[in-house]
């Protein structure tokens, strides 16, 4: 009788362990599901248009608060990375910026791990921090 | 889904509705930051944004790419979690359904807001 | 050779002199068909800057507990038998000295995503079956064989397309660090896909088409998201992800 060591969603969703690139996925995972559910959410809110001014205005007001600032500063946050890194994956998937395969030789560093993508992972990260930044600077109108 | 169509079909409509989708979604914001966000909020502006067709059109493209490539990608997430014909093709329909579903109630919003039916 | 001492018994081993560095080893034991749960079974070892993981392991094995499953049989890396999860990483037991892993403790347990058999021993029947699925060979209509044929020469270069994939021994490393092989086990996985393109890469193979078909589909290549863990474990340089992402390319129409 085998027994299956399947990792499970656990392991998946594990972002530790194997560097930056799989904190990237993790991120990418993550960020996806929640700006569809922010999508999902602001379909919903701004339907409330169609019940003229007055049913708008409350939903503005449950939105327009400090919890809801913070939300939608992640929201911004997300949408920034998840197109940063989706630009990366386009571009990687395609199969470009590696280079040419070629002999390897100990001590074996990947070129699917290159610098290239590290450094874009990070800019992404950047773009998101400084956007979140932005964005609740122009919702405080700072 | 991928008995008609070819996986590799579904992944370019996920790269081309994402890439396509940014260019709207900067147009978007844009028009909310130039109006100033809070005024933009308000209910007679955001009526007349409706009203306005090119800006009526850029909100029902990004309606329907960022349906598919969201629901496309959860449907992505959903298979890997679990195997089976069964969860597979509900999975599979469940979220074209839900797509379909967004697509419709968001339309609703958009061509009623344009058309001045509020 | 390291020297070892249980740690139930306080005698010493006689004929080995003990190093002055040792770790505790701990190694998982489970028989799925006899236990109820993984237990741990503790070891200190003594090292030298050489001692390789798996000769740790065969010491525990050869002089203190012979119940203890484990599947080896280069030790040099050659025969993909020994991969295990070594202090949390796949590893390979005979390419993993003791001295480069910088820690007291030292804990062997079966990889990950594959079917246990006992101990440290996974099954690997999945796996090799996946690989056949995408025809690991080259397909041609014509061979070097026949008679008054020719051996199908290839350049330098042509070679370079592809002998990087073709240094892959199946030990499974990499469709153990794989977070989709970690939930979807109908998924190919890197091992399978990196030899997908191992031999579409190479210009003698005329199975570009009937490869890409196998692939292309729900649980094939696109269950890659590029995390690149494969990469990070594959202890023979193959670079699965390269491998996954320059066979996309195919697929996207970017190569032909
Ligand atoms: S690609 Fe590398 S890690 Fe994967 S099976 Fe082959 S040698 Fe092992
Ligand atoms: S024993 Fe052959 S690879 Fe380790």
């Known amino acids: 009788m085998e027994k299956d060591r399947k990792e499970g969603i656990k392991g998946m969703a594990n972002p530790g362990r194997y560097g930056i690139e799989r904190v990237a996925y993790w991120l990418m995972r993550i960020t996806g599901l929640g700006l569809l559910v922010y999508f999902i959410g602001h379909i919903y809110e701004t339907s ?18 400090t919890e809801g600032h913070i939300f939608l500063a992640l929201v ?8 940063g890194n989706g630009i990366r994956l386009m571009i990687a998937e395609a199969g470009f910026g590696f280079g040419k395969a070629r002999r390897p030789d100990y001590p074996y560093t990947p070129s699917s791990l290159n610098m290239k ?18 964005g609740l600077g122009v919702m405080y109108d700072v | 889904m991928s008995s008609i169509m070819r996986e590799s079909h579904i992944m370019k409509i996920h790269y081309l509705t994402a890439l396509v989708a940014v260019g709207f979604v900067i147009i978007h914001i844009m028009v909310r930051v130039m109006q100033g966000f809070s005024d933009s909020l308000l209910f007679d502006n955001v009526i007349a944004n409706y009203k306005s067709i090119p ?12 349906s598919v490539h969201g629901f496309n990608g959860l449907r992505i997430i959903l298979l890997e979690i ?37 | 050779m390291a020297a070892i001492f249980p740690v139930s018994s306080q005698e010493k081993h006689e004929k080995t002199k003990p190093s002055t560095k040792s770790i505790t080893l701990r190694i998982s034991k489970f028989n799925p068909g006899k236990d109820h749960a993984t237990t741990f079974l503790e070891f200190p070892v003594s090292y030298e800057k050489w001692t390789t993981v798996l000769d740790a392991i065969l010491e525990v094995k050869n002089y203190h507990d012979h119940s203890i499953g484990v599947r080896y049989s280069c030790r040099q890396a050659m025969c993909g038998s020994c991969g295990m999860i070594i202090n949390g990483k796949p590893k390979l037991a005979c390419f993993t000295k003791i001295s480069e892993l910088d820690s007291d403790v030292v804990t062997v347990e079966p990889m990950n995503n594959f ?3 006992r101990d440290l021993v996974v099954g690997f029947e999945r796996m090799f079956s996946t690989h056949k699925r995408i025809k690991p060979y080259i397909i041609r209509e014509d ?3 026949s008679s008054g044929a020719k051996e199908f020469l290839q350049t330098p270069e042509d070679v370079e397309k592809y002998i990087q994939f073709s240094g892959c021994i199946k030990c499974g490393l990499c469709n153990s660090a794989c977070p989709t092989m970690a939930v979807d086990s109908t998924f190919i996985g890197p091992q399978g896909l990196a030899q997908a393109y191992r031999y579409i890469a190479d210009n003698r193979d005329q199975g570009k088409d009937e490869r890409l078909r196998i692939i292309d589909e729900r649980h094939g290549i696109w269950g890659c998201h590029f995390a690149g863990s494969c990469s990070q474990v594959c202890p023979k340089g193959v670079d699965p992800a390269m491998g996954i992402q320059l066979l996309r390319g195919y697929l996207l129409g970017y190569r032909k």
């Not at chain 1, 800019?123 to 400084?130: C, H, K, N, P």
């Open chain 2, 82 to 118: 679990k195997q089976g014909r069964v969860y597979e093709n509900a999975v599979t329909y469940g979220c074209l359904a839900a797509m379909i579903i967004l697509i419709a109630y968001g339309s609703r919003t958009i061509i009623m807001a344009s058309m001045g039916m509020v």
């Open chain 1, 76 to 83: 911004i946050g997300m949408c920034v990375f998840h197109t």
């Open chain 1, 117 to 134: 993508n590290k450094l874009c992972i990070y800019v992404s990260i950047g773009l998101a921090a400084l956007a979140m930044m932005y």
């Open chain 3, 115 to 117: 079917p246990l058999i």
């Open chain 1, 48 to 65: 409330s248009l169609l019940d003229g001014k007055a049913a708008w205005n409350s939903m503005l007001e449950l939105t327009q608060t």
């Open chain 3, 143 to 145: 061979s070097e064989i």
């Open chain 2, 55 to 66: 800006y009526a059109i850029v909100l029902e493209a990004m309606l329907i790419l960022i």
